[in-house]
């Protein structure tokens, strides 16, 4: 027996099965490196040495801006592999290639649309990390933002148990709305004030997100998601065959990251590298970080556009209320002087998330 697009049910059954795999340990793994590279790139930033080799840097620039070519390049080289070979930021760096590998795992299994967002679960550490270790000031407003994107999280991970809980988290939005209408009006002054350097922001969340399409690009080839199976295998029979298992493994690893498409993406994230830790000296962490999201929308096109990925409505609806709690994080301001229509924007969501609900619970009735 067939169904209708000419398949078997069993393998309808398994293709459905092997889309909804989400690797969960891999993204685990990914997270905690991904959030030890930001607290030792956040130490090393802080130094001394740091800060003048990013005056140097900007020197450097300043100097191929005017017209000279030939020292301004050579210098600016010789200070980003100085600034890369500070201790803290180095250690950042090797942790950070180590979440890299984890990342490679992930985008050969799931789409970059659904994998992409799960960045933002260490937003919450981020926040108590900036609080608690680097004595950043983190206003009520951030926490809510931060609220709003984890809410989004859950709806892009597990779209079934967004919706189970889906009158909890209309609550939260609607309490969330009426606290920003009641008290976001007065809190305009006691808002924490720091430059925010939008075109270094936005340059290094535009190289982020254009990394991430080379990166997916190179792990949708075949070739690459063999090679990613034998290092799984190689680390697998490690105790057994030390030597040739760690040999298979960094053989593969480095096919893989000379891949032209994976190369690429991993310059350009060299790059973006760079305006971050240049970034982390002129702002904080538990602010900066969570901008990640702005490339969210983009990424989610790309993946639909480019990669003919299929986004459900709760996808989209998860993205956009991340970026709801992008806006409370970066432009607290903006939320103080226009409350009223932000709490009204929240319960318009509330209220399409309890119609959905709704909607979906009489079809399976």
Known sequence: MTSENGGTPQA?????????????????????LSLAGQYFYKLGMNTEPAKELVRALGTNIAALASGSIFLPTFHMVWNTITLFFLPMVL???????LSAVCWLAILSKVDLSFAYPMISIGYVAILLMGWLVFGEQVSWLRWLGVMLISMGIVGIYSEQFFLKWSYVAAGLMILTGLSVARFAPAFQADVPQFDKPLVLIAVALIMGVLGQIFLKAGMNLDINKGRIKKIAASCKSLKETPLGSLWGAVWNSVCVCLSPRIFGGLLVYVLSTVLWLVLLTKVPLSF???????????????????????????????????????VFIYSENLICLHALPMAVSLAVFALILVGVKK???EQVS
């Open 12 to 32: 309808g059954e398994q293709a459905e099965a092997a889309v909804q795999q989400k690797p969960a340990a891999l993204i685990a793994a990914f997270i905690v």
């Open 91 to 97: 250690l950042g760096l090797v942790v950070y290639a």
């Open 288 to 326: 900066l970080y969570p901008l990640l999201s702005v490339g969210y929308i983009l990424v989610l096109l790309i993946g639909w556009l480019v990669f003919h990925e299929q986004v459900g409505f709760m996808r989209w609806y998860g993205v956009f209320l991340i970026c709801f709690g992008i």
């Open 359 to 361: 909607k979906l619970t």
